[in-house]
């Protein structure tokens, strides 16, 4: 069982940053972002691998940067440029065999709410 523990998230104006951090209990291969708004269902956001390999959702690429630090089972996710539509309850996943946003991930945080106000 590997636990997950998000911090960093914060309310913001349009165009500030955020960083945010996932500190895992253990080691797991995959991880991942993921965010849910009111009213909608979750998406993923990024996502990296033990070997720093990522990917992103279309419509954060060249604002957010997912990255991990493996000796310290820390994965952090830095939010630039950030907009109204970015606000959300960020969650971050753990434990997916296939690493992909379509993966089943085993283990989730307890979430951190990012608001971006325009």
Excluded: H
């Excluded at 590997?2 to 940053?17: D, F, K, Y």
């Excluded at 070997?51 to 939010?79: E, H, P």
Aim: charge should be positive.
């Amino acid at each position: 069982q590997v636990q997950l523990v998000e911090s960093g998230g914060g309310s913001v104006q349009a165009g500030g940053s955020l960083r945010l951090s996932c500190e895992a209990s253990g080691d797991t291969f995959c991880m991942a972002w993921f965010r849910q708004a009111p009213g909608k269902e979750r998406e993923g956001v990024a996502i990296i691998n033990r070997r720093g390999n990522t990917s992103y959702r279309d419509s954060v690429k060249g604002r957010f940067t997912i990255t991990r630090d493996n000796a310290k089972s820390t994965m952090y996710l830095q939010m630039n440029s950030l907009k109204p539509e970015d606000t959300a309850m960020y969650y971050c996943a753990a434990g997916a065999k296939y690493c992909d946003f379509g993966g089943t991930f085993n283990y989730w945080g307890q979430g951190t709410q990012v608001t971006v106000s325009s």
